[in-house]
C-alpha cells in the first residue's frame, strides 16, 4: 500500500462532523421581540408584509418590510430588512431576513426568521 495514502486516510478519519464550521444562528421574532446572538442585542422593531394572500391571484408577488435595531457594546443601528432580500453586515454579523409567518385569524402573531452569521 502507498504510504502517502495510507497517511491522507488517518488524516481523514480524524476529521470529525464537529471539526466543522458552525452554521448560522436562527432567530425567531415577533414585533417587539429582542434577542441575543453573536454579543449583539437584536431588536424586531415592526415590519409590513405587502405579499399576496393564500389563494388569491396578484399582479405582484409582494414582499415582508422588517425594521431591526442592532446594538452590540457602543455600536446601534437601524437596519431594513426584505423578504426576498440581501443579507446586511450588522456589529454582530451578516443578517438576512429568511422567512416570515401570516397573521391568521386564530393563530398567534406572526414571526420573522431570520439568520445571523
Known amino acids: 500500500m502507498n504510504p502517502r495514502f495510507l497517511l491522507l486516510a488517518l488524516a481523514l478519519a480524524g476529521l470529525s462532523p ?3 464550521a458552525p452554521g448560522p444562528d436562527v432567530l425567531r421574532l415577533h414585533a417587539g421581540q429582542t434577542t441575543t446572538a453573536n454579543g449583539a442585542q437584536i431588536t424586531l422593531l415592526r415590519f409590513s408584509d405587502s405579499r399576496c394572500p393564500p389563494r388569491a391571484y396578484c399582479i405582484l408577488a409582494g ?3 422588517a425594521k431591526v435595531f442592532v446594538r452590540k457594546g457602543p455600536s446601534a443601528r437601524l437596519y431594513t430588512l426584505f423578504l426576498p432580500g440581501q443579507a446586511v453586515n450588522t456589529p454582530g454579523g451578516k443578517l438576512n431576513l429568511t422567512a416570515a409567518t401570516r397573521a ?9 426568521t431570520f439568520t445571523l452569521d
Do not use: H
Open 18 to 20: 464537529a471539526s466543522a
Open 104 to 112: 391568521e385569524r386564530g393563530q398567534p402573531r406572526p414571526v420573522l
Open 63 to 65: 414582499n415582508v418590510t
